[in-house]
C-alpha cells in the first residue's frame, strides 16, 4: 500500500473520530508514522472539527470542505464516552488471544506491556456500530512508549501496536448500562 493510500484511509478514520466527538487535538497525535514521510498541520474548520492538510495555507486563505454523502449519516450521530472498554492482545508464536478488560484511565499488564485506556468513545445513537479508545502502550522490557493513539474497533489494523511478536486492538467499548459497543 503507498503512503498515499494509508493518508486517505487515515483522512477517513480521523473523520470518522470526528463524529464520535473525538477532540481535534486526540485525533492529530500520532496520526501516521514518521516512515510516512508526510508532515501533516492540523486546520480548523468552521465547525470546530479539524481536518489534515499536507501543505499549510497561505495567510489570508480559507479552506473549503466539500460535503462527502458517505458520512452524512455519521456527522448526525453524536459521540459519548463509555466507562471503559476490551482490548484483546494476541501472542503470534502461540496463537494465544487474551481479553483485556479497563475502565477508562486504567492500567493492566499484558505479555511485557502495560497497556492503558485513556478513554473510550462510541456513537451515540447506535452504540453497536462502532467503538474508539486512546491506548497507551508501554514496553517494560525495552522501558519506551511502542504506541500512543486512536484504535477504531472496526479498523484494527488503521492504528495498530506494531511489534514482531504482540498484536493489541480495540474490541469494544462499555456503555454506562454495562452493554458493549463497537467493531
Known amino acids: 500500500m503507498s503512503a498515499s493510500h494509508v493518508r486517505r484511509a487515515l483522512a477517513g478514520a480521523l473523520t470518522i473520530l ?81 481479553d483485556i478488560e479497563l475502565a477508562n484511565g486504567e492500567t493492566a499488564t499484558y505479555a511485557r506491556f502495560d497497556v492503558t485506556l485513556k478513554e473510550c468513545r462510541y456513537p451515540a445513537e447506535d452504540p453497536s456500530r462502532d467503538a474508539f479508545g486512546y491506548v497507551i502502550i508501554h514496553d517494560r522490557k525495552k522501558d519506551e512508549r511502542r504506541f500512543a493513539g486512536w484504535m477504531v474497533a472496526s479498523s484494527p489494523a488503521l492504528n495498530a501496536l506494531d511489534d514482531a511478536r504482540y498484536d493489541v486492538w480495540l474490541l469494544s467499548c462499555k456503555t454506562s448500562d454495562g452493554e458493549t459497543s463497537g467493531g
Not at 20 to 34: D, I, K, N, S
Not at 36 to 63: C, H, Q, R, Y
Not at 86 to 93: P, Q, S, T
Open 18 to 98: 470526528a463524529t464520535a466527538g473525538v477532540p481535534a487535538a486526540l485525533r492529530a497525535q500520532e496520526a501516521l508514522p514518521e516512515s510516512l514521510g508526510a508532515e501533516l498541520l492540523e486546520v480548523p474548520a468552521e465547525d470546530g472539527v479539524g481536518i489534515l492538510t499536507e501543505e499549510p495555507l497561505a495567510p489570508g486563505a480559507s479552506l473549503v470542505e466539500t460535503p462527502n454523502p458517505a458520512y452524512e449519516e455519521e456527522a448526525e450521530l453524536a459521540g459519548a464516552t463509555g466507562v471503559g472498554g476490551v482490548l484483546r492482545g494476541l501472542d503470534k508464536l502461540t496463537g494465544e488471544t487474551t
